[in-house]
């Protein structure tokens, strides 16, 4: 349905149109015989014109009135799943402040809140479908670079440096995701990028924070090997020896969390024990023990950590493993500044 008081100007440009028009054909058959073949092929250039305008208008006025139909029955149902999102919303909240006043309701509660989610991701998922006909060829390429992600997390252990068929996949993956991203809208590429970076810091944070709850400590998995540039081996180590864990550098990566002995010297690169990026869990690393992992030699405070067990040199990939044990319970504040972690320690403490 055409929006007259929107397009008023349009249409009174259209009737203007319309009216030059009649006219130019009524001047034209009134000089039939009397007009030269010059006024002639002026008239008929005047009414070229305004046929052209004419249609245009006409084109432009009705397209745009059943775009925006079109649009507004997608916003019509976009805010109905609002709504719906909302009363679930409410509802839980309801549920919650009753849980606060009576205690003995807390597990119900988290019952219904649960509930309340589930629903409440269904009807997220429902209105994203309801926006497939406008946007599908957008939504299909963002759970396509979802899926990459997952991939490229998946491919290894994300032990450093990376072997030559995982450093080939990764690229191969990223390039992937490069192009993907290219076909997307500008503000569903940060959407992207943000809520990756964010997910991947909150479940590598809830990783390590629950192994450190469930064990009072954190064992960490490293490894030396020849062309990783360390400026000691393992030789002059034996299980019980006290290491230092900080950042430093694993062959071209700075930032990468490192094993040091007593003289400051790298003895090898720590592998990461989250399932995202290797970075994640550096930076993971630096929230559950609350300080920046820096080397003694540069002034900072490094984690210290016991030797427990040395692996022969692998003849194959000309590794040594080790593992070191961080002797260290995770603080309240951590806990508490995380959701997950604080949930966790009280279904923890309830079941024990």
Excluded at 210 to 230: A, Q, S
């Amino acid at each position: 349905m055409i929006d007259f008081k929107q397009n008023w100007l349009r249409i009174v440009s259209f009737f203007l149109l319309l009216i030059g028009s009649i006219l130019l054909i009524a001047i034209q058959v009134s000089l039939t015989n009397s007009a030269t073949k010059l006024e002639t092929s002026l008239l008929n250039l005047f009414q070229f014109f305004l046929s052209i305008g004419f249609t245009w208008l006409l084109s432009k006025v009705v397209f745009e009135s059943s775009y925006k139909e079109s649009q507004k029955k997608l916003a019509i149902a976009a805010f109905r799943r609002i709504k719906e999102i909302e009363r679930n919303i409410e509802r839980t909240q309801g549920y919650v402040n009753s849980a606060k006043k009576d205690g003995d309701k807390a597990s119900e509660c988290l019952e219904v809140v649960d509930f309340s989610l589930v629903n409440a991701r269904d009807t997220i998922r429902s209105s994203i479908s309801d926006w497939e006909d406008v946007i599908g060829e957008e939504l299909a390429a963002a759970d396509r670079i979802q899926d990459l992600v997952a991939e490229k997390n998946e491919i290894s252990l994300n032990e450093l440096p990376e072997t030559k068929s995982e450093t080939e996949a990764k690229e191969k993956i990223d390039h992937e995701i490069t192009e993907l991203k290219v076909k997307l809208p500008s503000a569903m590429r940060r959407n992207i990028s943000r809520d990756d970076i964010e997910r991947s810091q909150v479940e590598a944070v809830y990783e390590l924070g629950k192994t450190m709850l469930e064990k009072g400590c954190l064992e960490l998995n490293g490894f030396w090997e020849p062309r990783g540039e360390f400026m000691a081996s393992l030789e002059s180590l034996s299980v019980g020896d006290t290491v230092y864990i900080a950042r430093g550098m694993a062959g071209n990566r700075l930032g990468a969390i490192m094993a040091y002995d007593e003289n400051q010297n790298s003895i090898g690169v720590i592998t990461n024990r989250t399932r995202g990026p290797y970075d994640t869990f550096a930076q993971a690393m630096d929230t559950v023990f609350e300080r920046r992992l820096i080397p003694k030699a540069l002034g900072g405070e490094p984690l210290h950590g016991e030797i427990v067990e040395i692996e022969p040199v692998d003849t194959k990939s000309e590794r040594q493993y080790f593992k070191v044990k961080v002797n260290r319970r995770l603080r309240n504040k951590v806990i508490n500044d995380h959701p997950q972690l604080k949930e966790y320690n009280k279904k923890r403490q309830s079941d024990g």
